[in-house]
């Protein structure tokens, strides 16, 4: 019931915003074919729901893929640059220069590159999702406790010892804010591809709708992104709780 009370004022609010949407859109105000009624949106989604799974999967192994090459590209390289400073010197330049280029201007390169089909989305993705991971893993390991590393050094342990044993574990909170605004990104990436170029997928889905006026399939499509978006988000916070236990004391 607790939970349910911290959530009430969201509820309430969203429920009042379509509401007001619902009758604004019914009042003649504004076509249908312009701004469509949650109604109608939802009556779009449940008759075309076949056709939008079929994308919906696309747009998911993208995501899924690209994500999860991420997080260990990320993880390897937030790692690397906090265990050797010449590292460090060397690519946080280049990691903070790669986030200036926008990645619509270098999908159509990928798309180039490595065709229409998973590659190029799965690397656009993985470029989206990479930084936020590999900047709060080397926070969050250079963030540890120098009690702790000094217990560990009067036990005589090795540095990769109290890398494992410590500093990993220290960064698991940060390690796992980064992932959070990975995943809010991963969808997005994945979908700004498919608008690029695709044979399948809810961007080139919705691309496809808006060109046939068809509001009503796009936001029954933006719904479904969405949806998809939060749950992943929950996804990512439930293994947060499973892994650091001891948080939750």
């Not at 989604?45 to 192994?61: D, E, F, K, Y």
């Not at 790692?79 to 926008?102: G, N, W």
């Not at 390991?141 to 500093?167: C, F, G, H, P």
Request: proline share 4%; charged share 10%.
């Amino acid at each position: 019931m607790k939970k349910l009370r911290e959530f009430a004022p969201a509820a309430l609010l969203i429920i009042s915003l379509l509401i007001i949407w619902q009758v604004y859109a019914r009042s003649g105000l504004i076509a249908n074919s312009t701004l469509p009624a949650p109604v109608d949106i939802w009556k779009t989604l449940i008759n075309s729901r076949s056709v939008i799974w079929g994308h919906t999967l696309q747009t998911m192994a993208e995501t899924v893929i690209g994500l999860l090459i991420a997080i260990c590209l990320g993880a390897a390289c937030g790692v690397i640059i906090f265990l050797s400073s010449r590292l460090r010197k060397a690519l946080y330049p280049l990691l903070v220069v790669s986030q200036t280029v926008p990645l619509i201007a270098l999908a159509p390169l990928l798309l180039i590159w490595f065709g229409f089909d998973l590659l190029p989305k799965v690397i656009i993705v993985v470029l989206y999702c990479f930084y936020p991971i590999c900047i709060a893993v080397e926070t969050g390991l250079e963030s540890t406790d120098n009690q702790l590393i000094d217990l560990m050094k009067s036990l005589k342990a090795s540095r990769w010892q109290t890398l494992r044993y410590v500093q990993l574990p220290s960064a698991l909170p940060t390690f796992f804010s980064g992932l959070k605004i990975s995943t809010t990104y991963a969808i997005t990436g994945a979908i700004v591809g498919e608008y690029v170029g695709a044979y399948k997928g809810l961007g080139i889905y919705m691309e496809t709708a808006a060109h046939s006026d068809a509001i009503d399939v796009v936001f029954a499509a933006i719904l479904v992104i969405v949806s998809l978006s939060l749950l992943m988000l929950c996804a990512v916070i439930l293994i947060e709780k499973w892994s650091m236990p001891w948080r939750q004391t």
